[in-house]
């Protein structure tokens, strides 16, 4: 089991629908990460947080909206995703935004069709 | 260039033995020096962490960094089957993102 919790585990969706995915941390770390993971391709940082507050957005379509309501916890709302975002969303988390190593979660693998 | 090369694989080898996965990397400034390991479906789980050059044992995996070669190694004995995963090198200088190498598909085969 891993330290770093992400629901749901699997999602499919349409591409009008709206969902969001959740990640949440309880070993105290205020740097929290999403990521993106396509097949047999390393994962691809999309956002960071640090302190509850959006750090780095590389460059993310506007469809994607992360969210880091309390340190714990971390949100990514999804709408109007298009079949190419199919893909396994990760969650990290480290105790400071540079500070390694990151620890990550199961992911949610996201199905758009 | 890619900051940190990785071959893909796969590397089949039979259980019991002696595992070598390497990564090359460009950037001088990283200090920081990580090994993950992906089962199909899951997310990538922390297996080894070393900060500057030297080595680091923990069990049957050995890794170990040579800053002057900008040369990362992880070694695992006596190979099981249950080893069979993707191992995904990483970089990361502690201001920066982590960068990843593509990953290495390894088979472990009983």
């Known amino acids: 089991d891993t330290e770093v919790t992400q629901t749901p585990k699997h999602l499919v969706m349409g591409m009008t629908n709206k969902k969001s995915l959740k990640c949440e941390q309880h070993m105290g770390h205020r740097a929290m990460y999403w990521y993106k993971q396509k097949a047999k391709k390393p994962p691809e940082l999309m956002f960071v947080?640090?302190?509850?507050?959006?750090?780095i957005n590389e460059s993310v379509p506007s469809r994607f909206s992360p969210e880091c309501p309390n340190s714990s916890l971390l949100n990514l709302h999804l709408h109007a995703l298009q079949p190419e975002d199919s893909a396994l969303y990760l969650c990290a988390s480290s105790p400071r935004q540079g500070d390694q190593p990151q620890h990550f979660g199961d992911g949610t693998r996201l199905s758009i069709l | 260039q890619k900051e940190v090369e990785q071959d893909p694989g796969p590397l089949s080898v039979p259980e019991g033995a002696i595992v070598s996965l390497n990564c090359t990397y460009s950037n001088s400034a990283f200090q920081y020096f990580m090994w993950y390991r992906q089962y199909s479906r899951k997310g990538p789980e922390l297996l080894m962490y070393t900060y500057s050059s030297g080595n680091k044992e923990d069990g049957r995996f050995t890794a170990q960094v040579d800053k002057s070669s900008k040369y990362i190694s992880l070694f695992i004995r006596d190979s099981q089957p249950s080893d069979s995963a993707t191992y995904l090198c990483a970089g990361n200088s502690g201001y920066s993102t982590l960068t990843f190498g593509k990953g290495t598909m390894l088979l472990v085969s009983p």
């Open positions: 947080y640090s302190y509850e507050k959006l750090s």
